[in-house]
Nanobody, 127 residues
Framework: VQLQASGGGLVRAGGSLRLSCEAF??????????MGWFRQAPGKEREFVADIAWSSGNTYYSDSVKGRFTISRDNAKLTADLQMNSLTHEDTAVYYCAVATGIISGSIRRPSDYTYWGQGTLVTVSS
């Protein structure tokens, strides 16, 4: 299984970016499949940003991005997008998409619970 993340770049504070993650290879059981976005800033640990349960479409967000970021999915394309608005310098990080499989009963926020990871895409917000 491969995850391909794209859409990162340089944006000014207050601007927007849209990240996309596409899954290649194995077809997951959609009832046991969560796709998440994480980010890691220099010198910091990887942190949860948002995730979406594939079957229900339920979405979850970290407090730091709630109201500014929106995660969505496309069942046919097996992609999950992260629309990021009102970006601040604190959002600067490498963003990773990931997939967790198993019984999905709510948000999955620990990186160690995700099995498959994309390569990361850099988001830089200039102040």
């Amino acid at each position: 299984v491969q995850l391909q993340a794209s859409g990162g770049g340089l944006v000014r504070a207050g601007g927007s970016l849209r990240l996309s993650c596409e899954a290649f290879g194995r077809r997951f059981n959609r009832y046991r499949y969560m796709m998440g976005w994480f980010r890691q800033a220099p010198g910091k640990e990887r942190e949860f940003v948002a995730d979406i349960a594939w079957s229900s479409g339920n979405t979850y967000y970290s407090d730091s991005v709630k109201g500014r970021f929106t995660i969505s999915r496309d069942n046919a394309k097996l992609t999950a997008d992260l629309q990021m608005n009102s970006l601040t310098h604190e959002d600067t990080a490498v963003y990773y998409c990931a997939v967790a499989t198993g019984i999905i009963s709510g948000s999955i926020r620990r990186p160690s619970d995700y099995t498959y990871w994309g390569q990361g895409t850099l988001v830089t917000v200039s102040s």
